[in-house]
């Protein structure tokens, strides 16, 4: 069965220093995995998404992450924080038997960015 | 295109009040997904639709039915709201084809509050 754990439930930076959410992930088959960012009362955004294709996914809003499958890790930095980036994340993997698209969502990561 | 819509945004019931939720997307999405989001649980899965017609269950489906009588809308029904339903509901969706299933788009959310 596939999984999805965020090492950190909350995680606070001073504006303009480095991000970095952590994700773990357990699957049998080769994943495809995501970020979404979800802001104050409002829908989920897709950040970025891993298939296979390069281990260093580039983002939006100058977020990257690196699936390194040796750690089962994929996780989410930005060199420099934003006050807009105050937000909650959400790791995200999809399921990869039954053609049926479903995704399992970590807990969440809630992003606070001090002045 | 206005993606996934989700109607309404907000809604307080009693306690056995019955209520359906819709959501609507233009994208000719096939698949689509009904989550509910709880605090420090991320998004689980209620029910999805892998096409017009079917449904099936999600991780937690219980106290929850939906429909899809056209490709374009999924509807979330409960029959007899209880407190433990008071929750954040998200709708999305996403193209498939053989061997591709696409990312999800979510719609904005509804607020339901049970009494």
């Known amino acids: 069965a596939q999984s999805v754990t965020q090492l950190d439930s909350h995680v606070s930076v001073s504006e303009g220093t480095p991000v970095l959410l952590r994700c773990n992930y357990s699957?049998?088959?080769?994943?495809?995995l995501f970020w979404y960012v979800q802001h104050p009362n409002k829908g989920l955004q897709l950040l970025l998404k891993?298939?296979?294709?390069?281990?260093l996914v580039k983002g939006i809003n100058g977020f990257e992450a690196e699936f390194k499958k040796s750690e089962t890790s994929f996780h989410l930095t930005k060199p420099s924080a934003h006050m807009s980036d105050a937000a909650e994340y959400f790791c995200v993997v999809s399921e990869a038997s039954g053609n049926t698209g479903k995704l399992i969502f970590g807990q969440g990561t809630t992003l606070q960015v001090k002045p | 295109n206005a993606g996934v819509t989700q109607t309404p945004k907000f809604r307080v019931l009693k306690t056995g009040q019955s209520m359906t939720l819709l959501c609507a997307q233009d994208?000719?999405?096939?698949?689509m997904y009904w989550y509910r989001q709880d605090p420090g649980m991320g998004l689980r899965l209620i029910h999805y639709s892998v096409g017009e017609g079917t449904t099936a269950k999600g991780e937690v489906p219980d106290g929850y039915n939906v429909s899809r009588l056209k490709k374009q809308n999924f509807l979330l029904g409960l029959e007899s709201a209880a407190p433990s339903q008071t929750s954040v509901y998200f709708c999305a969706s996403s193209y498939s084809s053989r061997d591709y299933i696409s990312r999800q788009y979510f719609g904005p959310g509804t607020r339901l509050t049970v009494t």
């Open positions: 699957s049998s088959y080769s994943p495809s």
């Open positions: 994208m000719n999405h096939e698949y």
């Open positions: 891993y298939t296979s294709a390069a281990t």
